[in-house]
């Protein structure tokens, strides 16, 4: 049951990161099209090393979370309770991940 969750999920998110990609380039190419490239449009299609770092910063958090949530659902050996914890952990990963975020922003913010 569960090689079959975990598949369509894998399955689920691939399609969606194709879709993704295939309208995030369409975009580009009707700006490129259009000639309307100037510093705003390049800061929307380009990732500094901040954002990349808090990219992984909230997928570290939640990956952790989630890990968590399988190991005590698997002490109460009940797939459902495990769901449930992952859902649990995982969505106090976000806030965590959020109040971490603000605290380095102003961090940030501060400094220069």
Known sequence: MQEQVIIFLALFCLIGFIIKVVSDNKLRRRIIE?????????????HSKQQVKFRSLKWGIILV?????????????????????????????LILYYHFGDKINKKDESAE
Do not use: C, H
């Not at 000639?35 to 390049?42: D, P, Y």
């Open 34 to 46: 259009k000639g309307e490239i100037n510093a705003n449009v390049k800061d929307l299609f380009t």
């Open 65 to 93: 979370a989630v890990g968590f949530g399988l190991i005590i659902g698997s002490i109460f050996s009940s797939e459902e309770i495990a769901f449930a914890f992952m859902l649990i952990f995982a969505g106090s990963a």
